[in-house]
């Protein structure tokens, strides 16, 4: 079974500063992984995503993370926070195969201190 | 836009009833899913469909049902409903079963007074 891990229901950063959100996984398979970002009262939206190319991956607004299979680590890093920045952030898992389903981490609030 | 498209926006009804959430996929997408979001259980993936066919099913409960209809747009029923099933439903879209990025509605609110 397929899961995931966001450690902290809450990070705050200051404008300009790096912005690292941590996510773990668990799949028996190899997986395909992703990061989504919720603002207020809007649905999901893909930041990036992993399926075994690449393992640096690059995303949209300037987002990255990094795959590490020792580690079972998909982390979520953006050099320089900016104010846009806040918002709910999640990390999921799918499992490659026939089935897509996506397991979502509990989600991390991102807030940016001006 | 993500080109998902959910209605209603929010829905306000009484315990015991019934209501439907409706769904209209990306132009082009033949997999739809549906996601409860709650505040105790997070995110959960709760059915997908494929060209009219169910695929896959998750933490679905029987009062639930739903199906995906010859012009692939899809329905979530909720009956008898409680209290608890008070949450925000998402549908997603996806090009074909799987290896595919998902997109994402707006969702609809659902609350249950």
């Known amino acids: 079974a397929q899961s995931v891990t966001q450690l902290g229901s809450h990070v705050s950063v200051s404008e300009g500063a790096l912005v690292l959100l941590r996510c773990n996984y668990s799949?028996?398979?190899?997986?395909?992984l992703f990061w989504y970002v919720q603002y207020p009262n809007q649905g999901l939206q893909l930041l990036l995503k992993y399926t075994s190319a690449a393992t640096l991956v690059k995303g949209i607004n300037g987002f990255e993370a990094e795959f590490k299979k020792s580690e079972t680590s998909f982390h979520l890093t953006k050099p320089s926070a900016h104010m846009s920045d806040a918002a709910e952030y999640f990390c999921?898992?799918?499992?490659?195969?026939?089935?897509?389903?996506?397991?979502f981490g509990k989600g991390i609030t991102l807030s940016v201190r001006p | 836009d993500s080109g998902v498209t959910q209605t209603p926006k929010h829905l306000i009804t009484a315990t015991g009833q019934r209501v439907t959430l409706r769904c209209s996929p990306r132009?082009?997408?033949?997999?739809v899913y549906w996601y409860q979001q709650s505040l105790d259980q997070g995110l959960q993936f709760l059915i997908q469909y494929y060209n009219g066919e169910e695929r896959a099913k998750g933490n679905i409960l029987e009062r639930f049902s739903a199906q995906q209809f010859p012009d692939l747009h899809s329905e979530l029923n909720l009956s008898s409903l409680e209290l608890g099933d008070s949450a925000l439903y998402f549908c997603?879209?996806?090009?074909?079963?799987?290896?595919?990025?998902?997109?994402f509605g707006a969702g609809t609110r659902l609350s249950v007074l």
């Open positions: 132009s082009g997408d033949l997999s």
């Open positions: 997603a879209s996806s090009v074909g079963v799987s290896k595919n990025i998902q997109y």
């Open positions: 999921a898992v799918s499992e490659s195969g026939a089935n897509s389903k996506l397991t």
């Open positions: 799949s028996s398979v190899p997986p395909y």
